[in-house]
């Protein structure tokens, strides 16, 4: 084969491959430490989050619904989203360091049934997050349970979470893509 299609071939798949990412929304809106948090990942969240919002102060307080139309409203709600996304992959990163992948899954699968056994959730989940309850799952449940898991180790070690978060926030080295966003070393700040 030639130099030219050899070019050609390898330009070609990095053509589709970047169409394929582009589509998907699979590029990275965040890095943490190297680590990417995707597009998608971030915008699914963030419409959970309003979704929920939406449908508590309906249920609530039908006056102030209109506020999740504010500009502010919907700027914290993603800074929030942000940082829970962040931490969460700080959080799970640690995990990995200090647990074999199988027994960090295995623990987080076992919390998950353990508050779930016997409760039939699913169209609750759908009617107040807009998802199912395996998304939830992936998406909160599993965060969530990592977080128990890793404080009850910190507890162990006399620890607190808080404080290591505020630990591992000052050494961390997170980069945002978004507009309106930036990373400080206690965490997601609006720009002004």
């Known amino acids: 084969m030639n130099k030219k299609k ?5 330009s070609s798949v990095i053509v589709v491959v970047i169409i394929i990412v582009i589509i998907t929304q699979s590029y990275p809106v965040v890095l943490v430490n190297w680590r990417p948090i995707s597009l998608k990942s971030f915008q699914k969240d963030v419409l959970i989050a309003v979704s929920y919002y939406q449908k508590a102060l309906e249920t609530y307080d039908k006056n102030q619904a ?71 799952k992936e998406r909160f449940l599993k965060p969530q349970a990592r977080k128990e898991i890793f404080e009850s180790r910190l507890a162990l070690e ?26 400080k070393e206690e965490g997601v700040i609006i720009k002004k």
């Open 158 to 183: 006399n620890q607190e979470l808080n404080n290591w978060l505020k630990e591992i926030k000052s050494k961390t080295k997170a980069m945002i893509f978004l507009p309106g966003f930036e990373w």
């Open 6 to 10: 050899i070019i050609f071939i390898i």
């Open 66 to 136: 209109a506020v999740m139309n504010s500009k502010e409203v919907k700027q914290e709600i993603e800074r929030a989203v942000l940082e829970k996304l962040i931490e969460d992959n700080l959080i799970q990163r640690e995990l990995e360091k200090r647990l074999k992948n199988n027994e960090l899954e295995k623990m987080v699968n076992d919390k998950i049934e353990e508050a779930l056994i016997g409760k039939d959730i699913g169209k609750e989940v759908e009617t107040l997050y807009g998802v199912s309850l395996g998304e939830f």
